[in-house]
């Protein structure tokens, strides 16, 4: 198995532009999540989906934020205009269908600076 | 969501059990308890997880108490790659929603 697999691992680019983050979750599993992780606030929940539909997406910071997940083998987290503020590790995780003590598996993480 | 609280930090010597302890006094009866780490740069990595029995498996023990209002983590040989951030969490698993919130963990430093 792959393991959860996220891209760009690195990326740096200018407040004001478009940054999309990419993810293909473990094959088989139906549920994705978006974590976000900096030394100020930790490690965030942002959004996650169950069978590509958003189930909870309160932990969004704000509409320069959207997530999408068009098929279960990819999902993308987007931030418009992107700010200095949003830099910082993204992860993506999946786990499979509801079974009872099913855990989550997490990518290498997507590193974003916003200069 | 029942929350959990760890130590900050712990130290180790190599070779030597670590000890890892959370608490847990809200958790509900349909709640596991799940531990993952984290070493530096790389996304988290589950441990173990556990309801009410104590559990053991290639990697860890994990000893919950009778009340289940706290547990701990047990590395039974540390070597220097065990130092990493270990996060006692949760789930919660209420009306179908699955959220796995992670706190602060404890920084384990396994040292020579």
């Known amino acids: 198995d792959a393991g959860v697999i996220q891209s760009p691992r690195h990326e740096v680019t200018e407040m004001g532009q478009e940054v999309t983050l990419r993810c293909k979750p473990i094959s088989g599993h139906d549920y994705l999540f978006w974590y976000r992780q900096t030394m100020m606030r930790g490690l965030e929940l942002l959004i996650y989906?169950?069978?590509?539909?958003?189930?909870?997406d309160s932990g969004m910071p704000e509409d320069r934020f959207s997530a999408k997940m068009p098929n279960a083998s990819f999902s993308t987290l987007k931030i418009q205009p992107s700010e200095p503020r949003d830099s910082a590790v993204y992860f993506c995780a999946s786990r499979p269908r509801d079974l009872s003590g099913n855990t989550i598996y997490f990518g290498e993480g997507s590193w974003l600076t916003v200069v | 969501d029942a929350k959990t609280t760890q130590p900050t930090s712990m130290d180790c010597a190599e070779g030597r059990a670590a000890n890892l302890p959370c608490n847990h006094s809200t958790i509900s009866g349909n709640e596991y308890v799940y531990w993952y780490r984290q070493i530096h740069s790389q996304g988290p990595q589950y441990i173990i997880h556990g309801l009410k029995n104590n559990e053991t498996n290639e990697m860890a023990s994990l000893i919950i108490t009778e009340d289940r209002k706290s547990s701990t983590l047990i590395l039974p040989h540390a070597t220097l790659r065990d130092t990493a951030v270990y996060y006692c969490?949760?789930?919660?698993?209420?009306?179908?929603?699955?959220?796995?919130?992670f706190g602060t963990g404890t920084r384990l430093k396994v040292l020579a």
């Open positions: 989906f169950n069978n590509n539909v958003p189930i909870d």
């Open positions: 969490i949760v789930r919660a698993a209420t009306s179908g929603t699955y959220k796995y919130i």
